[in-house]
């Protein structure tokens, strides 16, 4: 079984830096084809942030984040989100997410794996 696990969440202030990372294991059978990052804030809805494919040779960003954050795949299961200019409304739980066919897609409905969440408080 797929698990994946998110570390490198916290507080920060606006205009500041954080970098996420996560790891899978338990992939024997799958291969993690497309690997990316979702959010979700109180009261709203789960939403795709950035995304990846094997090898990194394709990445995909949400309009509110392209040109400050960053998708890196670091190794085959491994994979990193970097956060520069930080806003309020980046405020959220970020999710490690991946899928077993490569396609590069936003809705989160199409990810079969998660990670538990990481905290991200971006304060004004």
């Known amino acids: 079984q797929v698990q994946l696990v998110e570390s490198g969440g916290g507080l920060v202030q606006a205009g500041g830096s954080l970098r996420l990372s996560c790891a899978a294991s338990g992939h024997t059978r799958a291969t993690l084809y497309v690997m990316g990052w979702f959010r979700q804030a109180p009261g709203k809805e789960r939403e795709f942030v950035a995304a990846t494919t094997w090898g990194g040779s394709r990445t995909q960003y949400s309009d509110p984040v392209k040109g400050r954050f960053t998708i890196s795949r670091t190794g085959a299961y491994l994979l990193d989100l970097q956060m520069n200019s930080l806003k309020s409304e980046d405020t959220a739980v970020y999710f490690c997410?991946?899928?077993?066919?490569?396609?590069?897609?936003?809705?989160?409905?199409?990810?079969?794996?998660w990670g538990q969440g990481t905290q991200v408080t971006v304060s004004s």
């Open positions: 997410a991946a899928r077993t066919t490569n396609t590069l897609l936003t809705d989160f409905q199409d990810y079969s794996y």
